[in-house]
């Protein structure tokens, strides 16, 4: 069955616009090939209006032949549409503000002057034959009733889809459903969540778009994007799957290869918390912690790590107990028998120590040799 919700991955786009992140044409191919090759039914891979680089990964992205439907994205400017008609692009969005301030700031507060500019260019997209859709930039500083009259408009002039966009990441769930819910109603064409992490909330904002009717979502993976980014893929799809039990088409077991592949490709590595993906995701130090997962990984796991690429990692720390010492010491062929209880809590309170002065855990290879060493003397 085809997935009740849409993902939109724009990694090549808005996740590209992050400070400091510029990929290389063979880096967007092949985020685009393993963004495909995972089930993303839509890539956003960016804006042809940019120039000759830009277009030429665009043309590269389009000659792999992939599966998702590729996007690009345009002001409401002739010259954008062009571009994206050159490139063979099939699909475009259509950007333009919907808040006071950004219309002030961009269309020197003339509002007739942008919804000309935006039928004009929809226009120009519809006689090529493309699929449109229109997305609110800022539609959460906007009202409610100027963002219904923007969308309503771009309805009855030929949009099919309409994207929200919380451009600078203001809301809360709670708020976020209250004006998605008034939006579906007040529209035929699909809703599509575009929300940013400026307070934390873009994951939650778009799930509760969701829950209020959008049947479409933003995404980059790791979350990559503006400021403080956009809502992970990673975190999206889990979400959608775990909390309101939509299945969104995704592998998710590759997750954690994809997210990796666009770290790279960033040159700027996760931070060890980072949910679903990071290294810390799925490892367990504290004592009470690791002996619970030691007997069902269901006491402090949501799901199991190979449903998302990784695996579960049992880290000998400064708030590990006996229980997981015993079990590391046991798979490195340490002989436990040979162990008295006062021995084992000298080696634990040593090993406590250690991490606390290098910050950072014992490698398993190096707990290995330093244990070993530390019992002879203890022995």
Not at 19 to 24: E, L, N, S
Not at 132 to 144: F, I, K, N, P
């Amino acid at each position: 069955m085809k997935p009740s919700i849409i993902l939109n991955d724009t990694t090549l786009r808005d996740g590209e616009q992050a400070a400091g992140i510029a990929f290389q044409i063979p880096e967007k191919i092949s985020i685009a090939a393993l963004l495909d090759a995972i089930g993303v039914p839509e890539i956003e891979v960016g804006i042809p209006a940019m120039g000759a680089v830009e277009t030429e990964a665009i043309a590269a992205i389009l000659s792999l032949g992939l599966r998702a439907q590729l996007l690009g994205w345009n002001r409401a400017v002739p010259g954008d549409i062009l571009a994206s008609i050159r490139c063979g692009l099939k699909r475009v969005h259509i950007s333009v503000p919907v808040s006071d301030i950004q219309i002030q700031v961009k269309f020197q507060g003339d509002h007739s002057r942008l919804l000309k500019q935006l039928r004009q260019s929809m226009e120009m997209a519809l006689e090529q034959g493309l699929w449109v859709s229109v997305g609110g930039e800022d539609a959460s500083r906007a009202t409610l009733a100027q963002v219904i009259e923007l969308a309503q408009k771009a309805q009855r002039w030929g949009a099919q889809r309409f994207r929200y966009c919380d451009t600078v990441g203001i809301l809360d769930p709670f708020s976020t459903y209250d004006q998605i819910s008034h939006l579906v109603q007040a529209i035929d064409i699909p809703v599509e969540m575009h929300t940013h992490d400026d307070l934390g909330m873009a994951t939650a904002n778009a799930l509760a778009g969701v829950r209020a009717g959008a049947t479409s979502v933003n995404t980059t993976v790791n979350g990559l994007g503006e400021r403080a980014g956009n809502a992970p893929l990673e975190e999206v799809v889990m979400a959608l799957q775990q909390i309101l039990g939509i299945n969104t088409g995704i592998d998710t077991h590759r997750l954690r290869e994809l997210s990796q592949q666009v770290a790279r490709a960033t040159g700027t590595p996760l931070p060890p918390w980072k949910a679903i993906v990071g290294d810390n995701a799925f490892a367990h130090e504290s004592g009470i912690h690791a002996a619970g997962v030691l007997r069902d990984p269901r006491t402090y796991e949501p799901f199991p790590p190979e449903v998302v690429g990784s695996q579960r990692r049992l880290v000998l720390g400064k708030h590990s107990g006996r229980h997981l010492l015993l079990q590391v010491l046991q798979e490195h062929g340490i002989p436990l028998e040979q162990i008295s209880p006062q021995q084992l809590e000298t080696l634990l309170e040593q090993v406590r120590q250690h991490v606390t002065q290098s910050k950072r855990p014992i490698p398993a290879t190096e707990l290995a040799r330093w244990a070993q060493h530390t019992l002879q003397h203890i022995l």
